[in-house]
């Protein structure tokens, strides 16, 4: 990751902001566009599925063991929520350094703050374990999937923040961007550090190291190159959205069962 600022950027907003559309359907509307608001955890105290089971669904994903049991927030959400909660920040390296907390290993390497746990990692399985129970026999394997399943969330988080940092740019001036249009879109240093990520908080020095990152030359070499695989997809990588395989095949076979139950009864 760079460590110092690319001096040919602009870092400081312009003392006269001109807004200049890229495109005439992303000019300015009336007003501005609605933006959800923070997500907050389920307060554990009044969170009544902590008896629910998960079982394990290959290799990276849970079912539910009674699917009647279905909890009004989905493991997947609960899990990214907790992973938020815990972002350690800025991380000591093993072998020397600092750097960004980019990766679920990166967890690792953060103490925990309260001393309870070993490190962050252990803090973010330990959390999600409040909320869930594991299938009986299957625990293991069920940490495995927990792990697997929070180093790609912890992934997608950082990506998902820097297009969430240009879709809120272009909100605050009243103009609405496609999911698709804030990922193809890069922006300079100064645009980006107006709006930093939830989870990263008033963590200052860690944002600033995130905007040097995907201001550099070689995130903009890899965003060209991710441009030009989506292009070539054809269509979207997937459908699901946060929902898993196995959850969406676990409704569809709930919907199969009430249904067929219906038509007996009629």
Known sequence: MPQEL????????????????????LEPRDKKPYRR????????????????????AGKSMFKYGDP????????????????RKHF?????????GRDVAWTWK??????????????????VV?????YFKRAEGKEIACDVILHELCRVRV???????????????HAERKVWMSKADCRDTLMAPWQYLQHPPQYVGEDRACFLAMVIWWT??????????????????????????SKNLALTLQDEVSKWFLHSFVLCYC
Request: a positive charge; proline letters at 8%.
């Open 106 to 123: 990166h967890y690792s390497y953060a103490e925990d703050p309260s001393g309870k746990y070993e490190n962050m990692q252990e803090r």
């Open 155 to 169: 992934t997608g988080m950082h990506y998902e923040a820097r297009v969430q940092c240009v879709r809120d740019w």
């Open 6 to 25: 690319d001096p040919t950027l602009v870092w400081s907003p312009p003392v006269e902001e001109v807004y200049v559309a890229a495109e005439e359907r």
């Open 126 to 130: 330990r959390h999600f374990w409040k």
């Open 88 to 96: 350690p920040g800025i991380v000591n390296l093993p072998t020397g």
């Open 68 to 83: 009647r049991r279905k909890p009004t927030r989905e493991y997947p959400n609960i899990l990214g929520g907790i992973i």
């Open 216 to 241: 550099s030359r070689e995130y903009a070499r890899k965003h060209e190159e991710g441009k030009q695989k989506r292009s070539e997809m054809g269509g979207g990588s997937h459908v699901l959205g």
């Open 37 to 56: 608001g923070i997500t907050k955890l389920p307060k554990l105290k009044t969170w009544a599925f902590r008896d629910v089971v998960l079982v394990p």
